[in-house]
């Protein structure tokens, strides 16, 4: 009896059972759109700390705030997070400064306030879609199961219509189902090492957002005195 058995990997795809089937194609989608963000998200933290990196120079080089901050305003769409933070904390500075009747605490807590809104919003942009990274980091492997359990379900189901099991009888089944995990796992251990590796990156810039507000906080305080 021949029981060679073609086992390539889109044979096992196109004879796996419609569920097991439909598992794939999810996780394949799941894949792709996890790989998208990933480089999306890539490019994006790089390039955030690129610029914060330009602007910590420009700022601590001893140059003059409000020119600093003329440059900032004019090119508005092509600064960075942390210039942007600048930005919003300088204007509510003059803004307010001009305004004789607050004290110098009023002026520095309005000032943290619009630093502040302005550092929640980029941080929040920095954390975008990390959240769906790492839902497929933590689910595609149970989807992924469940193709497989289900597959394996199957196998032995129409095992019932034959006179004697043998492996090779079963194997095939099994083989299409088990086919549904490694996709779960292809999409799932990227998700996982780049959200790890995108939050980390962004609990760094975070942190140095949050140093900058203060020094700079700091910094327009004496300037009231």
Not at 11 to 27: C, G, T, Y
Not at 91 to 109: C, H, N, Y
Not at 127 to 133: C, K, N, Y
């Amino acid at each position: 009896m021949d029981i060679s058995l073609d086992l390539s990997f889109f044979d096992l795809i196109s004879h796996a059972s419609l569920v097991v089937k439909l598992v794939m194609v999810l996780l394949t989608v799941v894949s792709l759109t996890s790989w998208y963000w990933i480089f999306r998200k890539s490019f994006t933290i790089h390039s955030a700390r690129t610029n914060t990196e330009k602007f910590e120079r420009e700022f601590w080089s001893g140059g003059d705030l409000g020119s600093l901050y003329q440059s900032a305003a004019a090119r508005r769409n092509r600064t960075g997070a942390l210039e942007r933070v600048f930005e919003a904390g300088f204007r509510e500075f003059a803004k307010l400064r001009g305004q004789k009747s607050l004290d110098p605490s009023t002026v520095i807590d309005g000032v943290r306030r619009a630093m502040r809104a302005t550092y929640q919003r980029e941080i929040d942009d920095l954390e975008s879609h990390l959240a769906f990274l790492a839902s497929v980091g933590s689910v595609s492997p149970y989807v992924g199961l469940f193709g497989t359990v289900w597959g394996i379900m199957h196998a032995f189901r129409s095992l019932a219509n034959v006179s004697s099991a043998t492996l090779a009888a079963v194997a095939p089944g099994i083989a299409e189902a088990l086919v549904a995990t490694a996709i779960g796992l292809f999409a799932a251990i990227p998700a996982v090492v780049a959200y790890n590796r995108f939050a980390h990156d962004v609990d760094r810039l975070s942190v140095r957002f949050e140093s900058f507000m203060e020094e700079f906080s700091n910094i327009l305080q004496r300037q009231l005195k």
